[in-house]
């Protein structure tokens, strides 16, 4: 969907680096989300954030870290990258009064 | 605990026909029920969706199946062609409007 946007959209870091990922959102929308999706595993999710004051952690958040900077914003870091962070990250927003998500591109990252 | 299962894994579907994937859940507080859809290098995108007080909805060519005394649900592609030829996945999620709970996907391909 064109009004969530993900950069980057490809990442090839190493391991111990630093990295975040941004996501923005033009939907008007309080509520964001990170997921992870591995091949087999579906989407997993990470953190996710109902307004700019609340986060809440996911199923697999251990390693990584997240920040709402603005109704519209949401990042999300991994401070020292692993190998087996190696996946798809997906951002996606929804309105409080409705429960369909939509989601960002994605962005392809590769922790060597 | 995977609190939502899908198979098949993955299916092969001739042009013109069925496809069925199913999905069952455990968490009886779950009371919404979405349907995604991605194509490789793209976003999952909400497909149909239902809601336990329904057995059934359809909307063109796709229909859910809804048994909750089964805690099973089911997606239909009527007449499939080579367009559906994506990754679906199942989801489920509680009232207070908490993240999605999704399923492992499904890999269909439909063969012309």
């Known amino acids: 969907d064109a009004d969530v946007t993900q950069t980057p959209r490809n990442r090839i870091t190493k391991t111990g680096k630093r990295i975040m990922l941004e996501c923005s959102q033009t939907?008007?929308?309080?509520?964001m989300y990170w997921y992870r999706q591995d091949p087999g595993l579906g989407l997993r999710l990470i953190y996710y954030s109902f307004d700019v004051k609340d986060i809440n952690k996911g199923e697999i958040s251990d390693g990584y870290s997240v920040s709402r900077q603005a109704q519209a914003k949401f990042s999300l870091s991994l401070e020292s990258a692993i190998p087996n962070q190696t996946a798809l990250y997906f951002c996606a927003t929804s309105d409080p009064g409705r429960q369909q998500q939509f989601f960002g591109p994605g962005t392809r990252l590769t922790v060597l | 605990q995977q609190q939502v299962k899908q198979s098949p894994q993955s299916l092969i579907v001739q042009k013109g026909g069925i496809s069925i994937i199913n999905c069952a859940y455990e968490n009886t507080a779950f009371d919404y029920f979405p349907w995604y859809q991605q194509f490789p290098g793209k976003g999952p995108a909400l497909l149909i969706a239902?809601?336990?007080?329904?057995s059934e909805k359809k909307e063109g060519r796709f229909t859910i199946s809804f048994n909750k005394s089964a805690k099973q649900f089911s997606l239909h592609i009527m007449d499939s062609q080579p367009g559906d030829s994506a990754t679906y996945f199942c989801a489920a999620s509680k009232q207070a409007g908490t993240a999605l709970i999704f399923g492992k996907g499904t890999t269909l391909s439909v063969s012309s």
């Open positions: 239902i809601r336990p007080d329904v």
């Open positions: 939907k008007g929308h309080d509520r």
